[in-house]
């Protein structure tokens, strides 16, 4: 890989470890906000309808941001909060900076890294690449969405398939995930969906057009 696609790429790996574990403070407690911000007010992150900020599990810190998304329901332990028939596990990872060439031009490449050994260790939730099935991507806009299978032990609560989007807002590259629960486990098309619906809420949240 050539260096001016390397750095994207491993600026883009931090992004995705910060979906294990993100070092810093918890967000300002505030119940369950349907919208909380980041990146020192940088950034706002939000999710589909029906979801919610899990302020206990969210953090923002010097390494970047890590917000966990729940129903509102289910955090606020009010069903009038609203509950999406079927629910999922949404994630959003912030990292301040994005590539300067602009992220659109280096899509076809980083999506070409992630189904290599090291791209697939990046997107593994053990860092083992073995784990890792890509079974497809695809660009839309100026968005990369990854359709992946982690097979690593510790995601034995949600179902091993989920989707990944991956985009420049703010000066910030911004990774979001869609997953289901192991028990109740939701279709492909319905992860994608939902997975396009929290990335136009963020698109519009912080001032982009869909596109």
């Given at each position: 890989?050539?260096t001016?696609?390397?750095k ?10 910060l ?35 899990d ?12 917000v ?81 299978v ?62």
């Amino acid at each position: 890989m050539s260096t001016w696609t390397s750095k994207p790429a491993r600026r883009l790996c931090r992004a995705l470890a910060l979906a294990l574990a993100v070092a810093g403070p918890a967000v300002a407690e505030d119940s369950a906000p349907r919208a909380v911000s980041v990146s020192q007010g940088g950034l706002v992150v939000t999710g589909p309808s029906g979801y919610c900020v899990d302020m206990h599990a969210s953090r923002d810190g010097t390494a970047g941001a890590f917000v966990l998304f729940g129903t509102c329901a289910a955090l606020s332990g009010k069903s009038g909060f609203g509950r999406p028939s079927r629910p999922g596990v949404l994630t959003a990872s912030v990292i301040d900076g994005a590539p300067a060439e602009g992220i659109a031009s280096l899509l076809p490449e980083m999506a070409a890294f992630f189904a290599t050994p090291a791209g697939k260790r990046a997107l593994s939730r053990s860092g083992n690449p073995e784990t890792v099935e890509l079974r497809g991507s695809y660009i839309e806009g100026t968005t990369l969405y990854l359709d992946i299978v982690d097979r690593a032990a510790s995601a034995q609560r949600v179902a091993p398939g989920y989707w990944r989007a991956v985009l420049a807002l703010n000066g910030r590259t911004v990774s979001l995930s869609v997953m289901s629960l192991a028990d109740d486990p939701l279709g492909e098309s319905e992860k994608r969906r939902l997975l396009q619906s929290f990335v136009a809420r963020m698109k519009s949240a912080n001032g982009a057009g869909l596109f």
